[in-house]
């Protein structure tokens, strides 16, 4: 039989329930998720980490973008990229596009501040839920990285473009895609 607790077991100092009741009276409830529009968006790529499909477990890597600007700044969107037999040509287009061209490279960090235009969709499942599918994405460039205000006076400076953990690499080819 479990017993019901209350505030004051959670709170056990005062000062510490008082600043709850007062952020509890001025906090706005949030809006419930909803998928962003369909549309163009600049965004930065956050991060790029392997993953595994909810339903049945499907290889994947997984890259979480950021909106850079307008409206929709700072909301983020999420992209699958498959790592199945039949999946592999869109994976590596898509890798390709960020630099990773080994299965090696799924496993180190990607370099920071990669800029996309991406191409968004909303889609909805056979439960009717929406959520939003990356259509295309196109490299614009990369970020330098930010300095760090609190780094030592005189502490030497990665160069632009550079990362010291030996993430993938982008470079132009050819067709004036990033390979």
Request: charged content about 20%.
């Amino acid at each position: 039989m479990s017993m019901n607790r209350n505030l004051g077991d959670l709170f056990r100092q005062t000062p510490a329930r008082e600043q709850l009741a007062r952020a509890w009276q001025q906090t706005e409830a949030a809006a419930d998720f909803v998928p962003l529009p369909a549309g163009q968006y600049n965004a930065r790529i956050l991060r790029g980490e392997l993953s595994e499909s909810k339903t049945n477990s499907t290889p994947g890597y997984r890259l979480t973008f950021q909106v850079t600007e307008g409206e929709y700044q700072g909301r983020q969107f999420w992209h699958n990229i498959w790592l199945t037999q039949n999946a592999l040509p869109m994976a590596k287009r898509d890798l390709g596009k960020i630099g990773v061209t080994s299965l090696e490279q799924l496993e180190r960090p990607l370099p920071q501040g990669i800029r996309c235009r991406v191409n968004l969709t909303v889609r909805r499942d056979d439960n009717g839920c929406e959520f939003n599918r990356v259509r295309s994405f196109e490299v614009l460039g990369i970020d330098p990285p930010e300095v760090n205000p609190f780094a030592p006076i005189g502490a030497p400076v990665a160069p632009t473009g550079t990362n010291t953990c030996a993430p993938a690499t982008l470079n132009k080819n050819s067709t004036g895609g990033v390979s």
